[in-house]
């Protein structure tokens, strides 16, 4: 079954930056969608970002102007890079994937961001 795993999560300081990436394995038919959502302690699962595979991207109001979304041609790898980082912006990373066989979701990966 398709496989998403994301990098790149860590620890930093206010007005820092990271970049985070997810790779898809086992991947046969192509993605519809892929994109990035966030989870903080005692909130809901957010929309940060998404990109189509025409190229189409969206962005939640919370990061625009901070954070980018992009791909890689094959459309088997997102990236999100994050600039400005916030302490706001600690939560839990997850990347999202959807072809025409169902829908996709990584592990998570944590980033926490010190005031």
């Known amino acids: 079954q398709v496989q998403l795993v994301e990098s790149g999560g860590g620890l930093v300081q206010s007005g820092e930056s990271l970049k985070l990436s997810c790779v898809a394995s086992?991947?046969?038919?192509?993605?519809?969608?892929m994109g990035w959502y966030r989870q903080a302690p005692e909130n809901a699962r957010e929309f940060i970002a998404s990109?189509?595979?025409?190229?189409?991207?969206n962005y939640a109001d919370s990061v625009k102007g901070r954070f980018t979304i992009s791909r890689d041609n094959a459309f088997k790898t997102v990236y999100l890079q994050m600039n400005s980082l916030k302490s706001e912006d600690t939560a839990v990373y997850y990347c999202?994937?959807?072809?025409?066989?169902?829908?996709?979701w990584g592990q998570g990966t944590q980033v926490t961001v010190s005031s």
């Open positions: 999202h994937a959807r072809n025409n066989r169902g829908t996709y």
């Open positions: 086992r991947s046969i038919f192509g993605f519809y969608v």
């Open positions: 990109i189509t595979s025409g190229g189409d991207t």
